[in-house]
């Protein structure tokens, strides 16, 4: 089993739509939990941190985490053509102390 | 407040040739990390300093990777020699301290290997 593992998509939505991203990971001891949004041919773009179970919302972003499922999702409400780009999942491993990537989804938003 | 900056944004070399990346952290930032991304694959974690230290370096691939951070500001990855599987984009990130801090990224070197 991978560390972070991720459906690599590519996940369509239509405009308007709720786009949701989901991430697994392997370790109990994981602390935080990070989504990046990554443009084709840009670097990775912090969308949102968490560390406590439940949801955390910013805008029309919301994280929601699990630690009992070791379970972590990204839900985009409203989606805009503009929000089509990889989303990254990554966490700060504490068996590792480093931060791991997953494989990232790719997320298309249809007009 | 300037980003984490990277230079080259793109190289493109021989195998056998070297080349070296360098990083400009966040200013203040002490963490400075290296990772890399292959075609297809996840970005996968290289090394950490903590100012001019060496953290953690287990994600280093071989030997012919050296990475430097002098003074603790600025940071470089040295490729010598190069080879085709060195081929992909190397990020580099900051964070003003460790463990689970958020990491701030550059906007990377595309590296080509020919």
């Known amino acids: 089993q991978k560390e972070v593992e991720q459906n690599s998509g590519p996940l369509s939505v239509p405009e308007g739509a709720i786009a949701s991203l989901n991430c697994t990971y392997s370790?109990?001891?994981?602390?935080?939990f990070f989504w990046y949004r990554q443009y084709s041919g840009k670097s990775p773009e912090l969308i949102m941190f968490?560390?406590?179970?439940g949801d955390k919302e910013d805008g029309r972003f919301t994280a929601q985490l699990n630690k009992a499922s070791q379970y972590v999702s990204l839900l985009i409400r409203d989606s805009q053509p503009s929000d089509s780009a990889t989303y990254l999942c990554a966490v700060f491993l504490a068996s590792y102390d480093k931060v791991i990537f997953g494989p990232g989804t790719s997320l298309s938003v249809i007009p | 407040e300037a980003g984490v900056t990277q230079f080259p944004s793109h190289s493109v070399i021989e195998k056998g040739q070297t080349v070296t990346l360098r990083c400009d952290p966040i200013s203040g930032h002490d963490n400075l990390y290296w990772y890399r991304r292959v075609m297809g694959k996840e970005i996968k974690f290289l090394l950490h300093f903590v100012k001019e230290s060496k953290q953690d370096e287990s994600g280093m691939p071989n030997n012919r990777f050296l990475a430097e951070r002098t003074g603790g500001t600025y940071s470089t990855l040295k490729v010598q020699p190069a080879e085709l599987e060195d081929s992909g984009v190397y990020f580099c990130?900051?964070?003003?301290?460790?463990?689970?801090?958020?990491?701030?990224f550059g906007p990377g070197t595309r590296l080509l290997v020919l």
């Open positions: 990130a900051s964070s003003q301290n460790q463990g689970g801090e958020t990491q701030y």
């Open positions: 370790d109990r001891g994981s602390q935080s």
């Open positions: 968490i560390y406590s179970n």
